[in-house]
């Protein structure tokens, strides 16, 4: 009998050593899970099997599918190698090449043993699929480390017909070869008359890359070929990094992204950055995206005395290393007066509302607010009173000492050491006119008890910013009588004064005192008034 090298079997061979398959297994045998031609090779023998120790030896024994058990086998085959592990107890093993006489499909029969001696027999465990298989063979992927510049990647291959009897070779014109790449993107390419296909594409992920063939003649698959693309050092260069604006101001921070290449460092355009907070990556973003020349901008108005903020890549890029930047900006605060009032009394006192805002700083700190005055608003302003507040917090003063006539504000300093610029509200005018008793005399005196006692004078109106006294008629004025050695006035009459602001009434004199005329309720635009005090000795 022929000896055929390295497990290659002959048909004659075969029938001078045809194998008599037992018809039973033993039960603590190894178990057969199945038998087929191998995906890449269709002339190499799979089989499958469970086993529970050691396998010694299997023998396969081929014959035209179709027919029964008892034909003769046209091939045995002994030779294996054990190959795929699926786990310690599941395992394939493989043939060589089987050389066969005639193409078509042939029914395995499987006897395996293990090391124990025990046997199993398998009838029908599968099928050979011996026929003309259609091969992808040189498959490449060229660059299989792209970088970042050079992205292109070129996939080629060739499809040929195997005949599986000699081994021999034909291109396989005409063929559609569907292409994976770039983590399950997929592209579709035919074979020219030489059986060659190429594609290219621009690489942006990487992975797996794979061509597979589904035709006429069967299924074929290449190698899968891993491409990882090659990751540049990257730099993000500031123009500035550091800013000082006021509460308010935006800040345009601006740079370039740059990669390195070799020793050269060259701007990357394309790449989406963001910048955020540096300790809250999703608290307020702002996105850029570099142009031509790898220059970026973010615009922002930033909050708060002091701020760090990072520059990142929003997206995984294979191409380039992460890179991140810091940007400090510092903020000087503001301050900002609201719902300030102001409101002169009769008597010449001020009730003061107002509140203080700054603007972009959050603190509970107590403020100082001054409440100031100047006669003509523009110069000589000073500090009637200071009230402590807090931020965005109303406060009210009532009943303050005021003027007859000027100009009021508020006024915070500021604070050098928290960065918070001060700030003054508007100025509001407060007056009303002035009034008075002009004359105002109590007579005779001394006076005999029991006589008559009169008491007149004129009253008179000066407006705001005049220096010329009028008439003030119509007017009701007050006379008030305080006894000698009393504390208390007394309301001894009203009377109203003529047009000319003059007035008189007599009064019974019945003991010592003093005597005095007041306007005691003016309307809104008038303070109170009064005449001289003048004492009656009652005899």
């Known amino acids: 009998m022929r000896q055929i090298a390295r497990g290659l079997v ?18 603590a045998g190894p178990n057969v899970e199945e038998a087929r031609s191998d995906q890449a090779d269709w002339s190499v023998l799979d089989v499958r099997l469970n086993y529970s120790g050691g396998i010694d030896k299997i023998t396969a024994t081929l014959r035209p ?33 089987i050389h066969l006489a005639a193409l078509g499909d042939y029914t395995v029969d499987i006897e395996a043993t293990e090391t124990s001696g025990e046997t199993t027999v398998r009838k029908d465990a599968g099928t ?22 050079h992205r292109t990647v ?13 081994r021999e070779t034909a291109p396989l014109p005409g063929a559609t070869v569907d292409l994976t790449y770039d983590q399950n ?9 030489a059986g060659h296909f ?8 990487g992975g797996w890359t794979f061509a597979e063939h589904n035709g006429p003649l069967g299924f074929a698959a290449s190698p899968w070929i891993d491409v990882r693309p090659q990751a540049a050092p990257t730099r993000l260069v500031l123009d500035r990094s550091s800013f000082h604006v006021t509460a308010g101001d935006k800040v345009a921070v601006t740079g370039t992204l740059q990669y390195q290449s070799g020793a050269e460092w060259k701007p990357l355009a394309g790449i989406p950055l963001e910048m955020d907070y540096k ?44 890179s991140t930047a810091d940007v400090t900006v510092a903020v000087t605060a503001t301050t900002k ?15 003061v509302t107002g509140t203080v805002d700054l603007v972009g700083r959050d603190t509970s700190d107590r403020i100082a607010v001054d409440i100031q005055y100047s006669p003509d608003g523009r110069t000589g302003w000073t500090t009637e009173k200071t009230v402590q507040t807090s931020n965005g917090s109303q406060f009210v003063v009532e009943r303050m000492p005021a003027y007859t006539d000027g100009y009021w504000r508020l006024r915070y300093a500021g604070s050098t050491t928290k960065d918070i610029k001060g700030g003054t509200s508007g100025s509001l005018r407060r007056n009303r006119a002035l009034t008075r008793v002009k004359g105002a005399d109590a007579s005779p005196e001394p006076v005999a008890k029991g006589r008559t006692i009169t008491v007149k004078g004129v009253l008179q109106e000066r407006a705001a910013g005049s220096t010329t006294w009028k008439a003030y008629g119509a007017k009701k004025v007050d006379i008030l009588f305080r006894p000698k050695g009393a504390k208390g006035w007394y309301l001894m009459a009203t009377v109203t004064a003529r047009k000319d602001g003059s007035f008189a009434k007599g009064f019974t004199a019945r003991q010592d005192g003093t005597w005095v005329p007041v306007f005691r309720y003016p309307d809104s635009k008038h303070f109170v008034g009064e005449g001289a005090e003048d004492y009656v000795d009652v005899r």
């Open 198 to 205: 190429s594609s290219a594409y621009e690489a942006t992920a």
């Open 128 to 149: 050979l699929h011996y026929r003309n298989q259609p091969v992808i063979t040189g498959f490449a992927v060229t660059p299989a480390e792209p970088d970042i510049e």
């Open 65 to 97: 599918a179709g027919g029964s058990d008892t034909d003769e086998p046209v091939a045995t085959v002994t030779e294996f190698t054990k190959g795929y592990e699926y786990s310690s107890w599941d395992a394939v093993w493989a043939s060589q090449p």
């Open 279 to 322: 300790e809250c990556s999703t608290c307020s973003p702002v996105d850029s995206t570099t142009d031509a020349n790898g220059r970026f901008s973010f615009v922002r108005a930033p909050y708060g005395s002091k701020s760090v903020y990072r520059i990142a890549f929003t997206s995984y890029t294979p191409f380039a290393r992460h």
């Open 154 to 166: 070129a996939v080629t291959g060739d499809m040929v017909v195997r005949d599986p009897r000699t």
């Open 337 to 351: 007066f609201t719902g300030f009032t102001a409101a002169l009394d009769k008597y010449a006192r001020l009730d």
């Open 10 to 27: 002959t048909a004659g061979a075969v029938v001078a050593a045809a194998l008599v398959l037992p018809g039973t297994a033993h039960a």
């Open 185 to 193: 993107e997929r592209t579709t390419a035919v074979t020219d008359d």
